[in-house]
């Protein structure tokens, strides 16, 4: 998927919440269910970008016993943008306050 830099579209999808989730090629994904999140799959081998998540039925957290880098709690309705590193195999979650 390539996007110009005057190219505002977003690839969506809903995916319900599992210990191990697979967004494909999404980059705004809203999540169904409660189920703590611990890997993100990325789309493809060689992937190295920007997902956003958005918990849709209340918060769900983001743990650290898979590919993501720090623990977060993610509020209902509200955007967390996730930013995964090939170089090191883990999502990092984006500032939350």
Known sequence: MSFGLGDTRLAETTVASAATIRPKLAT??????????????????????????????GTLGLLTSGNISIAVTMAQNRATVLVYSKKNGVWAPGAIS
């Open 28 to 57: 705004l994904v809203n999540i169904t269910g409660s189920t703590a999140i611990a890997t993100i799959v990325p789309p493809f081998a060689g992937f190295s970008g920007i997902l956003i998540l958005v918990p849709k039925d």
